[in-house]
């Protein structure tokens, strides 16, 4: 694997932290770590990177729930991403007229709404601890 300087990069150098991402225009915070990072595609394939060194993320499991404002003819229809595909790196917008459709980043990216960064940090982390407890079977609030 090539790392951003173009010389060879061994498993033990190949992290996160070796590596630059970009996600446009999105406030990042990080509860719990990270989800695995994948890209639909090999970067290196494409040819079409906007910089070197940059990687096109597959966040499917983080932008599902996220709302979408797309303008079909003379009018703007509010949607919400309800399903993503890791293999083809399509994700599933369901709009609020009933319609769907599938977008790649570059579409999802250029209707995404912004993230609500007004909610409180810790309101945030005490709903993900929340749904965690929920998911593995403990009580919330036991200590």
């Known amino acids: 694997m090539k790392n ?9 150098e190949s992290s ?24 639909p595609n090999d970067a290196e394939s494409q040819g079409n990177d906007k910089s070197p060194g940059i990687e096109t993320l597959y966040l499917g499991e ?7 404002k797309k303008k079909f003819g003379e ?16 994700y599933r917008v369901l ?4 319609d769907s459709e599938d977008l790649d ?20 982390a005490l709903k993900i601890i929340k749904k965690t407890q929920k998911m593995s079977g403990t009580a919330v609030g036991s200590s």
């Open 4 to 12: 951003s300087t173009g010389g060879e990069e061994s498993d033990s």
């Open 16 to 39: 996160l932290s070796a590596k630059i991402f970009e996600l446009v225009g999105e406030p990042a915070i990080v509860i719990n770590g990270v989800p695995d990072l994948a890209t």
């Open 62 to 68: 983080w932008l599902e729930g996220r709302e979408v």
């Open 75 to 90: 009018h703007y229809y509010l949607g919400t991403v309800t399903k993503s595909d890791r293999e083809t790196g399509w």
């Open 95 to 98: 709009y609020e007229d009933g």
């Open 105 to 124: 980043w570059n579409e999802l990216e250029e209707v995404l709404l912004p993230l609500d960064i007004t909610v409180p940090l810790k309101s945030l």
